[in-house]
């Protein structure tokens, strides 16, 4: 390991990137199904590109030719988008280019063949969310992105972090940890399950701030419950009391519009492996321009304060191969586009919820509204067990559902594709609309 950052001779690397090239040409020509069927859902997408989102929304053939860019296990009904989503057959093949060209030569090839493509995919990430490329770090997940940012953030006895009791559970362990170690102060609030307006969330973490408050970490969309926070709001509230706001993006990106100016937020955080569908065990972090100097890097860097936000990626080796395949994985993503994902994955929440509303076993801890709450909601039936609900589902329909337990609620997660079809969602709401009448069998 000691020649690592000996540079080939120019014959020797032009030789290199043959091989890396014919490597790549040989794996393609396995895969050549993915590219026509790219080609062919970008005709499907010019049919539709007069037509509002809302209704190309209720257009079962073209959501039914994007399922046919996925590689799908039908055995089962898949309702828990959001957790590790299936990636597109084009991102996916290509991540399987990729290992081939690396596993032909691991060091070079990665270098020279796949570096590049790795920083045509912070461009291109910086240019969805409007943002500089230099104020986006690479990671693995939202949980790597934002403990960068908690652990990394000067921050003394005494001072508080505000958040609420519905944040993501590695988040808070996060937190916990620090107040434990450093002897910060941790306020999680509870806030409205549903919320009747978005103003009423803004408000209370307004009235939360106290003089202590330092930094304010929210969701943009709750992972329990689908709730979309007014994270703008929340934005010019901190920043006109010189608090630092984090926002925890898991489930907004590639689902919802982000755009980090208009945001104002200082940090953001995502996984890409679910709204944008990238291959798993990839992700991204935003520290805002001016933050990234004072920002300490999470694993060790030999250049800690400084303003070059890779700095944030001296993670050691990793599968360099898996963040190269985000570049198709935007492709897929960029063809559909994320208005219409957004309108038919709240088309299909509404499709399974508007079922099962009025019936007066049927709670939802979700506000329906378009504002609020995009894909995911979360169902109860008064007087069963989730965890037992939830594996009903899954032995006798097959549904692929998520138990929730929380301190103020509890309930199914429940969160379609936006391939999942209308017919699967309606059985959803039959298989649950029986329940709550007759209950679980016995």
């Known amino acids: 390991m000691g020649n690592r950052d000996i540079k080939p001779q120019s014959n020797d690397r032009r030789r290199f990137l043959g091989t890396a090239a014919k490597t790549a040409l040989a794996a393609g020509a396995l895969h050549g199904f993915s590219t026509r069927l790219l080609a062919q859902l970008s005709t499907a997408v010019k049919g ?56 032909a030569a691991p060091l070079t090839n990665q270098r020279d063949f796949l570096q590049p493509q790795v920083e045509t995919v912070r461009a291109r990430l910086a240019t969805m969310v409007n943002c500089s490329p230099e104020e986006i770090a690479l990671t693995r997940n939202t949980t790597e992105a934002l403990s960068t940012v908690i652990f990394g953030l000067d921050l003394k006895a005494g001072d508080e972090v505000l958040t609420t009791n519905q944040d993501y559970p590695s988040m808070l362990n996060a937190l916990r940890q620090r107040a434990s170690r450093d002897g910060i102060h941790l306020n999680a609030i509870s806030i409205p399950t549903p919320s009747k307006a978005p103003a009423d969330l803004a408000d209370a973490i307004e009235r939360a701030i106290t003089g202590r408050t330092r930094v304010i970490l929210v969701s943009h969309i709750v992972d ?92 050691g080796t990793h599968p360099i191969y898996q963040i190269a395949a985000i570049n198709q994985a935007i492709d897929f993503h960029e063809t559909i586009g994320t208005e219409r994902k957004r309108a038919r994955l709240h088309y299909l929440k509404r499709c399974w919820a508007d079922t099962l509303t009025p019936l007066s076993k049927i709670r939802l801890h979700t506000a329906l509204d378009s504002e609020q709450s995009c894909g995911i909601a979360n169902v109860e039936i008064e007087g069963i067990d989730p965890k037992m609900l939830y594996r009903f589902l899954l032995e006798k329909h097959r549904f692929q559902v998520w138990p929730i337990e929380h301190a103020e609620y509890r309930g199914l997660w429940v969160s379609p594709f936006p391939y999942t079809s209308v017919d699967e969602v309606g059985r959803f709401a039959d298989a649950m609309s029986q329940i709550a009448r007759k209950g679980l069998p016995e």
């Not at 590109?49 to 959501?63: G, H």
């Not at 006109?240 to 919802?256: E, K, M, N, P, Q």
């Not at 291959?279 to 030999?302: C, D, I, M, Q």
């Open 48 to 103: 539709v590109a007069r037509e509002k989102p809302e209704d190309v929304a209720r257009d079962e053939s073209f959501w039914s030719f994007v399922r046919q860019g996925f590689s799908i296990d039908s055995r089962y009904i898949a309702l828990n988008a959001g957790a590790n989503n299936t990636s597109p057959r084009n991102a996916l093949e290509a991540l399987l280019r990729n290992i081939e060209v690396v596993n």
């Open 224 to 315: 329990a419950t689908g709730q979309i926070l007014p994270v703008r709001s929340i934005a010019a509230t901190a920043r006109a009391r010189g608090i630092r706001l984090i926002v925890d993006g898991a489930l907004s990106f590639g689902t919802i519009p982000v755009d980090l100016q208009e945001m104002g937020c200082d940090y953001y955080g995502t996984s890409l492996h679910k709204g944008l569908h990238a291959p798993l065990g990839t992700g991204f972090l935003y520290v805002k321009r001016e933050h990234v100097r004072n920002l300490w890097p999470l694993f060790p860097s030999a250049t800690p304060r400084s303003e070059d936000i890779r700095k944030f990626e001296s993670i």
